[in-house]
């Protein structure tokens, strides 16, 4: 792995820390905050493409592990693994993973819509097929009744996905990090 590919990696896991500091959103009917993290893997994915955007959401994940307070609201270490959304903070790993893989599949042809897809595909439907699944193990609550409750993130998500998109590609057209050899071997 190039040094470029390190930095770029550690860069993101320290852009996710920063999603973490902004302050989260708490909607007093759901009892649980609305973070900007949820935009970081989006971000990474379709930025440094699947493998360098999932491995600085591996990273991140390990920062917080070993007792960081990186999450929202400064919650780090073990213990944030027990809980009900911890599905959410593992999927971050597979979503940047699917955002960038399409990202790369797309890359030649890549505008906002595309981009929109490729967020909404591994930020919301990856991440929630982690996340609700281990609220429903994690709880003791029906699958049903654990979609329904996380439901409600996904207007904000969707919101997430379309800055995510934005960002994307303006940083292909002005600085691109996912080198076209790449996305030409995945079309």
Do not use: C
């Not at 919650?75 to 911890?86: Q, S």
């Amino acid at each position: 792995m190039a040094t470029r590919d390190i930095v770029f990696i550690a860069l993101f896991a320290a852009l996710m820390a920063v999603l973490g500091a902004f302050p989260p959103l708490m909607v007093p009917a759901i009892g649980v905050p609305i973070t900007a993290q949820s935009m970081g893997p989006m971000l990474a994915g379709g930025i440094l493409g699947a493998r360098r955007g999932a491995l600085s959401m591996l990273l991140f994940i390990v920062l917080v592990a070993i007792g960081l307070p990186l999450l929202s609201g400064g919650r780090g270490g073990l213990a944030v693994f027990a809980g009900p959304t911890a599905g959410f903070i593992f999927g971050w790993i597979a979503a940047a993973a699917v955002t960038g893989f399409i990202v790369e599949r797309f890359w030649t042809r890549l505008g906002f819509v595309t981009a929109f897809l490729a967020a909404v595909a591994g930020g919301v439907v990856v991440l929630y097929a982690i996340g609700v699944p281990w609220i429903t193990a994690a709880a003791g609550v029906s699958l049903d009744r654990a979609f329904l409750g996380s439901a409600t993130f996904i207007p904000g998500d969707l919101i997430k996905a379309g800055v995510a998109a934005a960002v994307i590609v303006m940083v292909k057209r002005a600085y691109p990090l996912i080198s076209p050899d790449i996305a030409t071997r995945r079309s």
